[in-house]
């Protein structure tokens, strides 16, 4: 087989392409390109594509990814904030009129406006390999946009995976979980090796699949409340819910009665931690205590 009909992530066509560009990965912005075809492939299986998906890509590098995505999706957007690998994939993806890249950085990208614009009106998924250095941030601006996403299969630090998807009393679960659960319904789906990456990055990988609840399952109101709320019952783990909470709320005698009165009505032990306390009772917590 010729080298340019081999797959992108195909390590010998990668080796070509940053031969051909003489590219460097940069630290500064997290690049290791992947380049296992059976990796790519589970994550195109976990974000379960069809032709009437519009997909979201975010950080396509050299376009390993983007080729499988472009394969089983109608439309594939890909922004990238590298300017020198624009040219790079304007060459590797040239056989595929259904991608647009674009070369700007997503935490400056207002999404509900760029949806709108483009006109996109059927299911809409996220699907990235997002650079270690910034996945919280990015993973909080999507849940915080008024998109009703489908789904997001993100590949990120396997840790940051592993936080999210934690269940209560695991020492992984905390504030970061409980926004994503709050919202989305969560589940790893793939670990990736760091050999699969060019360069090696340090440690595993991890895919994780965020599917749309059927509806707002634990009726929250306001998240940018409860979530600043869940924020401060986490705030220092090594101390008791009952310390945080007087933290955020003041350490009044009338605030120490309600908070008694509070946990004597949810059954929470007074030296209880946050982490071992389910989402619905921590959000029965935010009802009459956070609001």
């Known amino acids: 087989m010729e080298e ?3 797959s992108i992530a195909n390590p010998i066509r990668t080796n070509a392409i940053i031969k051909k560009f ?3 990965a940069k630290k500064q912005l997290g690049q290791n390109f992947l380049t296992n075809e059976q990796a790519i492939q589970g ?8 032709q009437a998906d519009t997909v979201i890509e ?3 590098g050299i376009g390993s990814l983007t080729e499988k995505l472009a394969q089983n999706a109608g439309q594939v957007y890909a922004f990238e904030i590298d300017d020198s690998l624009i040219p790079v994939l304007a060459d590797t993806l040239f056989p595929y009129n259904n991608v647009e890249v674009i070369n ?3 935490l400056s990208v207002d999404l509900d406006n760029f949806v709108k614009e483009k006109n996109i009106t059927g299911p809409i998924k996220v699907v990235a390999n997002l650079p270690y250095y910034i996945t919280t941030p990015i993973l909080l601006q999507l849940l915080d946009d008024d998109i009703n996403f489908d789904k997001m299969v993100l590949m990120m630090q396997k840790e940051v995976a592993e936080r999210i998807n934690a269940t209560p009393g695991h ?8 926004t994503v659960q709050s919202r989305m319904d969560a589940e790893i789906s793939l670990i990736i090796d760091k050999k699969s990456f060019f360069p090696q990055p340090k440690v595993d990988s991890a895919v994780v699949t965020l599917s749309k609840m059927d509806n707002n399952k634990y009726e929250i109101d306001d998240f ?4 600043k709320f869940i924020r401060a019952c986490f705030a220092q783990k090594r101390k008791s819910l009952w310390n945080n909470l007087l933290n955020m709320l003041g350490r009044t005698d009338e605030m120490k009665q309600k908070i008694t009165s509070v946990f004597e009505e949810l059954n929470i032990s007074s030296n209880a ?3 071992q306390l389910s989402i619905t009772t921590l959000k029965s917590l935010f009802d009459l205590l956070g609001k």
């Open 224 to 227: 940018a409340k409860f979530n």
């Open 171 to 178: 020492r992984e679960f905390g504030s970061l979980t409980i």
């Open 4 to 6: 340019s009909q081999l």
């Open 22 to 24: 003489n590219l460097r």
């Open 58 to 60: 975010i950080g396509p």
């Open 104 to 106: 700007e950085d997503i």
């Open 43 to 50: 994550i195109v299986d976990a974000a379960e594509l069809g």
């Open 273 to 275: 931690r946050a982490e």
